[in-house]
């Protein structure tokens, strides 16, 4: 389907899609949801045009009206509607709603080490050792400097995370060295970080069994990948010496890629 530079969302083009739905047999329920959510995307944008900027605006009003279950409901429909119509440079991100709880417990809790620390993986990458190289230093700068088994690379740090990161360190009155330390002032390790996540798993209403701080760098790589689709750069960024592992961290479940093949319908019924 041809691209245009600025598409608008008309319901003949609503109709279609849900009509390519009907056709790969989607339950009705599944028809009138997806039709729902594009009609309510439709009158939101009251005639203008379909841009990103546009659909970040109604995804933080969903966010002010409804649970985030139910804003990733409706942006999943949006996005296969972008993805349908060969605009997915247009697709926004879905909530991540395991992540968002355990911040806003660690918050909750007055644990702003821990939230921050959640939100460093998050947003690098890094490994959970590799904290220590996040300093007051790399934060004024916004690049740090990373040593992992005798090899070096270069961490940038979004200026969100670093407005963010400023702030605690002028809290806790740290002008040097690692941004993320003890009571004693000592780097913190995967046990410190370990054993409060799993404190907070009560209150984030998260299973414990889930919760790790690698998995943190798994959502960064998935999430990343999913964006721009650059295998080479995504291994450099996470400290990979090849390519097969970050591979590893960018597959799709066994259910997920079940359910891509399950839907082909190549198999001929008798």
Known sequence: MRKQNHPTLTPELIRRYIEHLREQERSPATLQK??????????????????KTALIGWKAQLIEAHAPATVNSMLAAVNGFLAFMGWRELSVRLLKIQKARLVHAAEQSENERLALILQTICATGIRVSELKF?????????????????????????????????????????????????????PVDRSNIWRDMKALCERAGVEPGKVFPHNLRHLFARTYYSLEKDLSRLADILGHSSVTTTRIYTAESGLVHARQVERLGLILTT
């Not at 959510?37 to 045009?49: C, I, K, P, T």
């Open 34 to 51: 997806y039709a729902h959510d594009l009609h309510a995307l439709r009158d939101f944008l009251d005639g203008g045009e379909l841009t």
């Open 134 to 186: 996040i300093t007051a230093e790399a934060v004024r700068t916004g690049r740090a400097e990373i040593v992992n088994k005798g090899k070096r690379r270069v961490l940038f740090l979004p200026d969100q995370l670093r407005r963010l990161l400023k702030k605690y360190l002028q809290k806790q009155k740290i002008t040097a060295g690692p941004v993320f330390v003890t009571r004693t002032g000592k």
